[in-house]
Structures are given as structure tokens and as C-alpha cells.
């Protein structure tokens, strides 16, 4: 309760939310029914996926209204309002906070075992880069002994992202999506994934939901897997020490360090992110409680005292050392800088002839970039224009 702001809603406020039950796989089918039934609901949990496609197919609604994101309260994430969900400086969400959505996490017992350089050190020295993490991951792979350096779900698109761009991007002034595919730095991260797959440093089934032991950086316990990716699933997810520690190993020897930069980059260490908070429904009947449950959440996340009791939890609870909380940390402070980057994960098409040119598990090993990037290039253009056209004849007034 503490965790999410609803404390101070009930207590103070004498607010009250009740849960409408849905699932994964039906939650777009019932969101429109309800819409469309003239029964909204008021809010729903901020997604990156939801924008922008939910508010043209005219089931979630803009908040600027309800939300100042110049006030003090709310100037943190100011930034990541207006670069990544507003149109034409209208804000979509109330963002109450901002998560690293990518890590790199790993054993030091294995490491130590390998002889290799602590990445967390390297890091501190500024020295982490693809090209130590490429190094450490040829020395480590076998296949035939069943060791892969990676075993996450999204190595690719947070490999691509730690480049400091993606291959599409938003213009928030002229309410339009546009590729990026000819940027070097695309090129860079590609020609990486690429050469990760070409020397079978990741697990086979990359981008299955079917990965060795079924989990994401699953054994790296057994000294199989060197490195996992993906914070979503590895770190926020984590129920017990007992869970953590069945996956990724004694968690004193577990360790987390940032994504590391291209070496022919700027020097900067990029983050992928996603938003916390919630999404006004279309027609909400109560949209300032709902903006006013989002300023209770925001109120919890900045509260120094709350602060100390989630890291507490994270020690007690998950057995996280103070190294491991410390540079935690300076992965949150990335992602709320201006070195964040957002994934927008629902595009309709585009992202079907995205994930072709992204997604190297061996089926484009015969390609180099400019050939796979000129056979998506005509089809990728066009559903970008198809989505670029839909948010040009958006009309947020529209029932």
C-alpha cells in the first residue's frame, strides 16, 4: 500500500478505487467494450505500448487538463513527458515515475572464475563498452558445453537503444513518427547483434518465450549464462531471495551494472525506459481523482522516507548489497536524464517489419545491414506513413 500511493489516497483523501478485473490477452477487447458501452472505466496503468495506437483507436484520452508538469511536484519528469509521450506539447500519461526497462546483470563468482575484469568497475572507470562485453562474451560461449553469454528476451532492442537512438522516432511538434534506419549508430548496434548471433554467443531460442530454464538469464546460477538484460523480468518481478537466488546465484556474488556504450559513440551510457503511472480512459467519469491518485503516487516516489524502506525491502527481502543498490541507482539517475530512450513498442505494421531488421536468430546471417535495411526499407516507410496519416486525422475532442 505504501508502494503505490494508495495510502494516502484512502486516508487522507478518503479516495477509493475499485478494481475491474481483466487479463493480458483481453485487456484491448475490454477496454473498448467498456468505452464503447458508455461504462469507462477512469484509469489504467501507464504503458509504453498504449501510445499512441490506444488513444487514436479513441480509448484513452490526453491529460494535460489534469496535470502540470511545471509544477515542482511533477518537473522530474517533465522530460520524459514532453520528449517521448505528448503530441504537439499536449502531455498523454501522468507519469509519476521512470524505470530502467534494461540492465546488465551478472555473476562475480563466475566472473572471478574467468578471470575477467568486474564490469561494475569498468564502469565506474568509464572504460565499459561493447567492445569488453563482446571480449568476455567470445572467451566465455561454448555451445557445445551449453554456455551462451546472453539469455535474455530483448538483448537485441536493448543493445540498439544503448546506441542513444532507435530506428523510430517521434517528432512531438509535428505529431509524426519517422525511421532512423541510415544513422551510423543503428548501423554500429546491428552490425554488434549480428556478430552475436553469427559466433552463437546467445542461447538459441532468442526471443522465445521458451528460453533455457525458462527464465530470462536463466543459469546463470550454474555458470551457463554470463549475462542477462532485462530488468523488467530479472530484478522489479522478484518475489523472494529464495526466487532470486534460484536464477542468477547467491546473491552476494550477484551484481548490476548499465548497458554498456559504443566505443565509437559519445561517451554517454543510454538507458532504455518505460513510464510509471496511469492512462485517463476515454470519457473517464472521475478524471481529477484519477489525478489526484497519480499526485498521491508521485508524492510516495520523492519521499526520502519511503526511499529508505523500499532499499531496506531490497536487502532484506532480496539481499541486495549497498554496491548493488548504489549503482541501482545510477542507473535510475540515467533514466531520468536526458540519456534516456523509449522503445514505442505498438506501432501496428511498422513494428512487424522493424523486428525483421532487428532481430538477427539466424535467419539473416547471409545479410549485412544495408541489405537487410534496403528489403525492409519500402515496407517499414509505408506503415510509417499509414501511422503517421491515423495520428494527422486524430481528433482528441472526437467521440
Known sequence: MIQTGYWTFQNKYKGNVEWQETTYADFSTDLATAVIGGTPPDFTRAWESLFPTYFTQQMLAPVGDYINYDDPLWSEMKYFSDAFFSLGGEPYMFITDIQNNSCVLYNRRVFNEYGFDDPAQLFLNNEWTWDEMYDMALDFSDPDAGRYAFNSWHTDATFLSSTGTYVILLDQESKQFYTNYDDP?????????????????????????????GESAGGMKEGEILFGMDSRFILDEMVSREAFENIYGDAGDVMVVPVPRDPNGDGEYYIDSVPSGYCLVKNAPNPEGVALLAACDRFRIIDPTVVRIDERQKREKLGWTQEMLDMWNEMYKIAKSRTTIVQYTNLGDAMEYLNSMILFNGRNLQNT??????????????SIEELNDMLSSYDPDAE
Do not use: C, Q
Not at 369 to 382: F, G, H, Q, V
Open 369 to 382: 545491414w544495408a541489405e537487410l535495411k534496403e528489403s525492409n526499407k519500402e515496407a517499414l516507410d509505408y
Open 185 to 213: 549508430r543503428i548501423e554500429r548496434g546491428a552490425m554488434f547483434l549480428m556478430n552475436v548471433t553469427k559466433n552463437e554467443l546467445h542461447y538459441p531460442l532468442w526471443n522465445s518465450w521458451s528460453l533455457n530454464r
